[in-house]
T-cell receptor, first 114, second 112 residues
Framework: GENVEQHPSTLSVQEGDSAVIKCTYS??????FPWYKQELGKRPQLIID?????GEKKDQRIAVTLNKTAKHFSLHITETQPEDSAVYFC?????????????FGGGTRLMVKP | NAGVTQTPKFRILKIGQSMTLQCTQD?????MYWYRQDPGMGLKLIYY???????DKGEVPNGYNVSRSTTEDFPLRLELAAPSQTSVYFC???????????FGQGTRLTVV
């Protein structure tokens, strides 16, 4: 099955700096790559996603890049703010016998210091 | 539009007890999922369903069972609870074809 690895597991940045989180996946058939943000005690919520026919997508301060050849994708957050502090999960959607399923990375705890 | 609703929010079980975690969604999503999240860890897929009457195992199915008799509901059954099942359980749903998954608020389960 699909295996998604995420690095780093923790990331501490100064407010205003950029943060980059990287994920690799194993199944070349994966075609959808979402990123979720989970604040403490809350449910994961989608912040941005990218499909395999696109190399980059941007939404204000966040962007995601995808390299299908190398099978990795990254989340970029610019001008970080304290409210960006959370755990971020990448995921890859692959086809199984029954249909699509999401496989998540292990998460990155981002801490933005004021 | 409530989205994905899970009950209960918290539960303490004794070893060997059984319980059912309820999940319902009102978005007419075909796909539904159950994940568990251990402290400080990622989300691991327990079971998923692509439609009423169809379920399949995920990465960590042992000790759990599911059923999907309607599009809206996807209950998760724990038989003979064990301390290793202490975790936060999230239900999620989505349309097919690789789309956004919407999560419930989670059920925090402790087995003592």
């Amino acid at each position: 099955g699909e295996n998604v690895e995420q690095h780093p597991s923790t990331l501490s940045v100064q407010e205003g700096d950029s943060a980059v989180i990287k994920c690799t996946y194993s199944d070349s058939a994966s075609n959808y790559f979402p990123w979720y943000k989970q604040e403490l005690g809350k449910r994961p919520q989608l912040i941005i996603d990218i499909r395999s026919n696109v190399g980059e997508k941007k939404d204000q301060r966040i962007a995601v890049t995808l390299n299908k050849t190398a099978k990795h994708f990254s989340l970029h957050i610019t001008e970080t703010q304290p409210e960006d502090s959370a755990v971020y999960f990448c995921a890859a959607s692959t086809r199984s016998n029954a249909g699509n399923m999401l496989t998540f990375g292990g998460g990155t705890r981002l801490m933005v210091k004021p | 539009n409530a989205g994905v609703t899970q009950t209960p929010k918290f539960r303490i079980l004794k070893i060997g007890q059984s319980m059912t975690l309820q999940c319902t969604q009102d978005m007419n999503h075909n796909y539904m999922y159950w994940y568990r999240q251990d402290p400080g860890m990622g989300l691991k897929l327990i079971y998923y369903s692509v439609g009423a009457g169809i379920t399949d195992k995920g990465e960590v199915p042992n000790g759990y069972n599911v059923s999907r008799s309607t599009t809206e509901d996807f209950p998760l059954r724990l038989e003979l609870a064990a301390p290793s099942q202490t975790s936060v359980y999230f239900c999620a749903s989505s349309f097919p074809g690789g789309t956004e998954a919407f999560f419930g608020q989670g059920t925090r389960l402790t087995v003592v």
